[in-house]
C-alpha cells in the first residue's frame, strides 16, 4: 500500500495528465463517440469528474457511498469540464491533506462486501480507474481527429489553466 505522500504525489501527476489531454478537446468534440453505446467525450470526462467525487470523498466522508458518483457537471462547453475537472483535482488534494494515516487505514466496503479494502487500497483503485478512462479519452482524441499529447512527458500546473 503507498504512503499518503506517495499517493499525493501520483495522484498530482496522473491528475494534471488526464487535464492535459482534456485540453485537446473542443466544443465540437464533444458529442464524439468510438461506436454506438459508447460514452461521448462530454459524458466520459464528467465520468472522470464524478469518479473524483467519489475519492474526495472516500478521503473526507464517513460512509463513502456510490452516491457521491451522482453529482451534476457542467458539461455544456469543453472549457467548463476542464474547469470542473481541475476544481476535482484540487478538492481531491485537499481532502487528502485533511486526512490522516488512521482513516487511510479504515476499511471500507462502499462497492459492497466483496470489495472490502482500506480507504488507501480504494483510492488507488479509484486511480486506476481514472487512468483507464484517460486511456480511452486517447482514443476518443483520435477519433476527433486530434493527436494525443504524450502522456508521460513532464507536467505542470500550468496545464489547469484555460
Not at 488534494?93 to 480504494?122: C, V, Y
Request: net charge negative; glycine share 4%; aromatic share 6%.
Amino acid at each position: 500500500m503507498k504512503t499518503k505522500s506517495e499517493f499525493r504525489k501520483k495522484f498530482s501527476i496522473e491528475g494534471l495528465r488526464t487535464q492535459r489531454l482534456a485540453r485537446v478537446f473542443e466544443d465540437r468534440d464533444l458529442t464524439v463517440k468510438p461506436a454506438e453505446g459508447s460514452m461521448t467525450v462530454a459524458e466520459l470526462l464528467a465520468h472522470i469528474i464524478a469518479s473524483r467525487n467519489f475519492l474526495r470523498g472516500v478521503f473526507g466522508e464517513e460512509t463513502p457511498t456510490t452516491e457521491l458518483f451522482k453529482i451534476p457537471v457542467a458539461s455544456e462547453s469543453a472549457s467548463s469540464l476542464r474547469r470542473e475537472l481541475a476544481s476535482s483535482w484540487r478538492a481531491i488534494l485537499n481532502a487528502l491533506d485533511a486526512t490522516d494515516d488512521h482513516l487511510l487505514a479504515q476499511k471500507i466496503s462502499p462497492f459492497g462486501p466483496d470489495w472490502e479494502m482500506s480507504r488507501m487500497e480504494m483510492a488507488e483503485l479509484m486511480l486506476e480507474h481514472e487512468i483507464h478512462h484517460r486511456g480511452q479519452l486517447s482514443v476518443y482524441a483520435r477519433v476527433a481527429g486530434k493527436i494525443p499529447p504524450d502522456m508521460y512527458a513532464p507536467v505542470t500546473e500550468e496545464v489547469l489553466e484555460d
